[in-house]
């Protein structure tokens, strides 16, 4: 008896009387993405920090980093800080003023990034950050009180 049933139940299966599968439908669209890139460049820079300055030059480095749109060609210029001193300057205690240069290179032959166009970071956007070296160096014998010294660099990119 168990036999015909299972039979029965078997056949009627196989005659697709049994539960149906549900029927899918499926609908579709597409749509466009679009995007504007613009030229654009960002610069930014830690502090350079020099060693104790006692008498004998004192040297510091640091690094800017440049990141503009691929392919925008930049120059990256600085300005001569808070005096208007040609050489760049250090303001102190009472005014006192200790002499700084910041250079491109660790051979300290090169001043970086003054005019714009000399001695410049130059280079093409990659959509990624760039750095470059800066290499400070303060001369010997200078006249400066104890204390500490600031100044404040600016840097623009030409771009």
């Not at 609908?27 to 300055?53: H, I, L, N």
């Not at 240069?101 to 280079?123: D, I, K, M, Q, Y």
Request: aromatic letters at 8%.
């Amino acid at each position: 008896m168990k036999y015909a049933s299972f039979a029965f139940a078997l056949g009627f299966l196989a005659l697709g009387l049994g539960p149906g599968s549900a029927l899918a439908a499926t609908s579709t669209a597409s749509f466009t993405v679009t995007a504007t890139v613009q030229v654009g460049c960002q610069v930014s820079a830690p502090a350079t920090v020099f060693e104790a300055y006692a008498v004998v030059a004192a040297n510091a480095t640091s690094a800017v980093s440049v990141a503009c749109t691929n392919p925008a060609p930049y120059n990256v210029s600085r300005s001569v800080g808070l005096t208007t001193s040609a050489a760049g300057m250090m303001t102190g205690p009472a005014s006192a003023l200790l002499g700084h240069a910041l250079l491109a290179e660790s051979a300290h032959a090169v001043n970086w990034g003054r005019p714009t166009g000399t001695n410049t970071a130059v280079g093409t956007g990659s959509g990624s950050s760039q750095p470059y070296a800066v290499y400070g160096q303060t001369a010997g014998a200078q006249y400066a009180a104890p204390g500490a010294n600031t100044d404040t660099i600016t840097l623009t990119v030409t771009y």
